[in-house]
């Protein structure tokens, strides 16, 4: 590997800088501006003028070829970023298609801020209840045989806006944006657990990560001899630093702090370590004091992408109401539809092949003709599992539970076609 110079990353940024004005594309788009200007108290900052493009593009040259590619001046999807360093930052799913979510616009979710970690000093250490304690390097894992999946992640306090205090001016970034979707590679934690020899009674595993608060948390090891994954790849690159890199735990359907970034560290041994992340956090009060821990796996779920909050349906006829449905709990087997409140339902198209704890996009045609119209969507589980009303969680948890929401959620249409966000079910 070769030191860049100072002079050597100057002469790189100048000539990236030149290169972006050239073909006349913005430089950011990843919100954290706005977020230095919110925390400075300032205004926020007024929106970009629409770009202009030439009346007839065939009458002259485009932009020369780049280093990085960027996305369409008229697309900018951006997160939410709130706060700093404990902090998260949001999806834009309204923003999306498909499945896949661009790596750059992965939720984020950090309790000390995003660790600097050098990939050729970084180890992942496996200790505790094995016949050999050893200590893997980046490299050393990747030369174990290598798997590569999709499978989602998602923040297990996703959806609290919209259960707690639904309010009509919400979009579905800030109802379900601690979600993403990526294909995924690296290792099964199965390979290296036989490599280290774990013991028989070995039954949970603490994975700790190696940012500055060294979140931990206590795995039953039969996920880990089921699907568990050692990753350092992410939708055909390298991790970005937020996501982990340069490695990371990933345990498909499980909720996303287990899910440990940074990864530096695995003990075996015979009962969970009741670590704060999993006794004073991440842990669900119940309406009669007291709380659930260890509740892992992410119930069915589904969200309306389209139309949402603040678009306006601007003629009458058929159009398509769609959106994502996931669980962790194994396949997503069925979806549907309602345009009016729930009272009637409609199985819709499933626009991707559902695959075991990943993410499904969903499709219904509908001929809207002027009136009031509530669209909700509710899925349905390999488990059998089908997605309840808020009406049904509120009488099971409480109405103040902070974690695993997946209530049915919609969208109102009145006669303008005005859309703003329903979350009475």
């Known amino acids: 590997m070769t030191d860049l110079s100072r002079r050597d990353l100057l002469a790189g940024a100048a000539g990236f800088l030149g290169g972006a004005a050239l073909a006349g594309l913005p430089l950011a788009a990843d919100g954290q501006g706005a977020a230095a200007r919110a925390a400075a108290g300032a205004a926020p900052a007024p929106p970009a003028p629409r770009p202009v493009a030439p009346l007839d593009a065939t009458k002259m040259p485009g932009a020369p070829t780049a280093a990085l590619g960027a996305r369409s001046e008229y697309f900018a999807p951006t997160r939410i970023p709130n706060g700093t360093p404990v902090g998260s930052s949001r999806t834009p799913l309204q923003d999306l298609t498909g499945t896949i979510t661009p790596s750059d616009l992965h939720f984020e979710r950090h309790h000390a801020g995003i660790p600097t970690l050098d990939p050729e000093r970084h180890t ?113 690159e390298p991790m970005r630093p937020a996501q982990g890199y340069p490695m990371r735990l990933l345990l498909p359907g499980f909720e996303g702090n287990s899910n440990v970034k940074w990864l530096r560290r695995l003990e075996l041994g015979t009962k969970p370590w009741m670590t704060r992340w999993e006794t004073s956090k991440y842990t669900d009060p119940m309406p009669d004091g007291t709380a659930r821990i260890f509740t892992f796996e992410i119930d069915a779920k589904s969200v309306i992408t389209s139309p949402c909050y603040p678009n306006t349906i601007p003629s009458h006829g058929w159009r398509s109401v769609n959106g994502l449905a996931w669980s962790g709990r194994g396949r997503i087997t069925r979806v549907e539809v309602s345009v009016d409140g729930g009272t009637t339902w409609h199985d819709a198209e499933l626009l991707n092949t559902p695959q075991p704890k990943s993410t499904v996009r969903f499709q219904y045609m509908w001929n809207w003709q002027g009136g009031e119209a509530t669209l909700l969507s509710r899925a349905t589980d390999s488990a059998g599992y089908v997605q309840p009303t808020r009406t049904a969680m509120i009488a099971e948890r409480g109405e103040y539970t902070d974690y695993h929401y997946n209530q049915i959620i919609g969208w109102k249409v009145d006669r303008s076609g005005a859309v703003t966000f329903h979350g009475e079910t």
């Not at 995924?184 to 009674?201: I, N, Q, S």
Request: hydrophobic residues 40%.
């Open 124 to 236: 992942l250490t496996i200790h505790g209840l094995v016949d050999r304690p050893m200590s893997f390097t980046v490299d050393d894992i990747k030369r174990f045989p290598q798997i590569t999946r999709t499978y989602f992640i998602e923040c297990s306090g996703n959806g609290g806006a919209g259960y707690r205090d639904p309010k009509p001016d919400t979009t579905p970034q800030p109802l379900a944006g601690l979600f993403s979707t990526s294909e995924w590679t690296g290792v099964p934690l199965a390979t290296l657990f036989r490599e280290v020899g774990v013991k028989p009674d070995a039954t949970w595993f603490l994975a700790e990560g190696g940012d500055a608060c060294k979140l931990a948390r206590s795995i039953p090891i039969a996920k880990a001899w089921d699907d568990a994954m050692i990753v350092w790849a992410q939708n055909g």
